[in-house]
């Protein structure tokens, strides 16, 4: 590895450290269920998910899970409170 690399990749390790720095504004990943799988989206500070649940609730334990995991780097009005989350 050259050294231009080196100093990249040690970077890399302080950005990691600093969730701060990254603010998410899109995403779309698929989440494996314990029954399925299904496609979760994120666009601005609207989830979308395949699963029924989303369908009649407008959240689920995908979309909780990811806001749980991405806490701090979400949109502004994305998010669950702590009480939800219990």
Excluded at 42 to 67: I, K, P, Q, V, Y
Aim: net charge negative; aromatic share 6%.
């Amino acid at each position: 590895m050259h050294s231009g690399m080196i100093g990249k990749v040690e970077k890399a390790h302080r950005y990691a450290e600093q969730r701060d720095r990254f603010h998410i504004d899109s995403l779309a990943l698929t989440v494996s269920g314990e029954n399925d799988s299904h496609r979760v989206t994120l666009d601005g500070a609207a989830w979308r998910c395949s699963c029924d649940f989303f369908d009649h609730n407008a959240t689920c334990a995908h979309t909780m899970a990811l806001e749980l995991m991405l806490a701090g780097m979400l949109p502004a009005g994305v998010g669950i409170s702590e009480s939800d989350a219990a």
